[in-house]
């Protein structure tokens, strides 16, 4: 496949990318135990402009590696236009989530984990590093975000 676009501005990326936190609902969310066992899932998010909000149930082995390893890296998109986030974890019961991050999931997911089984917990990912682009003409300049800061 031949590229014809040119490459995008670290500006239209960074825009790229929050857009598309906002507007999509489902992320990749890749995580490891304490032995290194990879486990990768799609889970749906809701970004509040700071953190990625993410739910599952806090016995399985997403929410046990959530919990107890505290990072993750979050993938976005197809091969062809990929997003990649890394970041700390920090875990919330049902009872002791914040209520504008629940109350935000719920409405954009149409699923609210506080009325579903009290094994549900969830997790809040504050990024620390962001690498977007589309195709080998974008690597250049795809990191987007360092140390939790943004570098555009």
Same mark, same amino acid.
């Given at each position: 496949?031949?590229? +014809?676009?040119?490459?995008?501005?670290?500006?239209?990326?960074?825009?790229?990318?929050? *857009?598309? =936190?906002?507007?999509?609902?489902?992320?990749?969310?890749?995580?490891?135990?304490?032995?290194?066992?990879?486990c990768l899932?799609?889970?749906?998010?809701?970004?509040?402009?700071?953190?990625?909000w993410?739910? +599952?149930?806090?016995?399985?082995?997403?929410?046990?590696? =959530?919990?107890?390893?505290?990072? +993750?890296?979050?993938?976005?998109?197809h091969?062809?236009?990929?997003?990649?986030?890394?970041?700390?974890?920090r875990a #919330?019961? $049902?009872?002791?989530?914040?209520?504008?991050?629940?109350?935000? #999931?719920? $409405?954009?997911?149409?699923?609210d984990?506080?009325?579903?089984?009290?094994?549900? *917990?969830y997790?809040?990912?504050?990024?620390?590093?962001?690498?977007?682009?589309?195709?080998?003409?974008? =690597?250049?300049?795809r990191?987007l975000?360092?140390?939790?800061?943004? +570098?555009v």
């Open positions: 496949m031949k590229i +014809t676009a040119p490459a995008r501005t670290a500006g239209q990326r960074k825009h790229d990318v929050l *857009a598309r =936190l906002e507007q999509e609902v489902d992320i990749w969310v890749a995580t490891a135990d304490a032995h290194g066992l990879p899932v799609p889970l749906w998010f809701v970004w509040d402009g700071k953190s990625l993410l739910s +599952t149930r806090g016995t399985n082995p997403t929410g046990r590696n =959530l919990r107890d390893g505290g990072r +993750t890296r979050l993938a976005l998109g091969t062809r236009d990929v997003v990649l986030v890394d970041g700390e974890v #919330f019961g $049902a009872a002791d989530v914040p209520e504008a991050a629940a109350d935000a #999931f719920a $409405a954009k997911t149409g699923w984990p506080r009325t579903d089984s009290p094994s549900y *917990a997790f809040q990912v504050r990024p620390r590093a962001m690498q977007a682009w589309r195709e080998e003409h974008e =690597l250049r300049g990191h975000m360092r140390d939790g800061v943004w +570098t």
